[in-house]
């Protein structure tokens, strides 16, 4: 199937980086060919900053980092127009932002205001400095990364900029024998300085819009909504999923549906995203809090209640 083997080779180029994160790459990938934001949150040190950088140089996009503090101002993101003494004019100076590829380093640490600059560039692919829309650069994608909130000196980003997110990805510590690995391949040289591209900007591009095409079928399209509408109407959720998430989980499920080789959507595909696609749009009530429950669970929970498609119900 076109862009089946792009997808894998652009996992196989990721793999180079991240030793032992299959699952992780393909996640990110998926998200990738969905044309959807990622956010990768973990400890320190564990290859966030790597799977940023990794992805921008195998899909050979242009690559902007911004390194968020509590003192960046959204100007610092988004650009800023500076007067021109020799032509009289005013002159658009791009920032960060404008690029095929963003990596909000630690975007927790600055404050919501400076957040909040992102969201317009998340959502329409544009950025609006001082009267004047500008369009972004296609393909647009932002990689956050961020440590957990529990840590002094940061921010919790705002529902409205985490619902923008297409996937969380949590990365974990490598086994040891896989940490080993990472020393031995980082003896002398990153394997990052070695990773090539497979893949074009065009064709990326080309490809996301292919995955829009893979079939999904109404009754599946209701299972997405059923599963999306029982977090709302959970116990333990304040807050539940919007009909951002529903379509998310959906367009995820057609990227992992291409990099499976197939031209349709199965329930498997679904449950399997339906975690990293759905728990961060979670709001958890204080009293489930209290008690150490999690969006995670929730999610596991509401997918044991809702029938798969086309299976049987017990007597």
Do not use: W
Not at 35 to 61: F, N, Q, W, Y
Not at 139 to 161: C, D, H, K, S, W
């Amino acid at each position: 199937m076109t862009g089946t083997q792009t997808l894998r080779d652009l996992v196989t180029a990721v793999e180079k980086v991240l030793v032992g994160k299959h699952a992780e790459a393909e996640l990110a990938i998926v998200g990738l060919a969905a044309g959807g934001h990622l956010l990768i949150e973990d400890v320190p040190g564990v290859g966030k900053t790597m799977l940023a950088k990794s992805l921008a140089r195998a899909t050979g996009c242009s690559f902007k980092r911004i390194q968020f503090t509590p003192d960046l101002l959204p100007s610092d993101v988004t650009g800023v127009s500076i007067y021109n003494q020799r032509t009289g004019e005013f002159e658009f100076r791009a920032g960060p932002v404008v690029a095929n590829v963003v990596l909000a380093d630690e975007i927790n640490r600055a404050t919501p205001k400076t957040q909040s600059a992102l969201l317009e560039a998340m959502e329409e692919h544009q950025v609006t400095v001082e009267g004047i829309t500008r369009p972004l650069p296609t393909p647009f994608m932002v990689l956050a990364t961020q440590n957990p909130i529990e840590y002094e000196g940061t921010f919790p980003l705002p529902e409205a900029q985490l619902d923008r997110f297409l996937l969380r990805i949590h990365l974990g510590y490598p086994e040891p024998a896989q940490e080993a690995l990472v020393l031995q391949q980082q003896m002398l040289r990153h394997p990052l300085e070695d990773l090539q591209s497979v893949t074009t900007t065009s064709e990326l591009h080309a490809l996301q819009q292919a995955v829009r095409g893979i079939h999904v079928e109404p009754q599946l399209q209701r299972y997405i909504v059923h599963l999306v509408g029982l977090t709302r109407d959970h116990a333990d959720v304040y807050l539940g999923a919007s009909p951002r998430g529903s379509l998310a989980l959906m367009r995820a499920a057609q990227a992992r549906a291409m990099l499976a080789g197939r031209d349709y959507v199965l329930p498997d595909d679904v449950k399997v995203l339906a975690t990293a696609a759905l728990a961060h749009r979670l709001i958890m009530n204080p009293e489930a809090r209290m008690r150490n429950a999690t969006p995670q669970a929730v999610i596991a929970q509401v997918l044991q209640e809702v029938p798969v498609p086309g299976s049987r119900v017990p007597a």
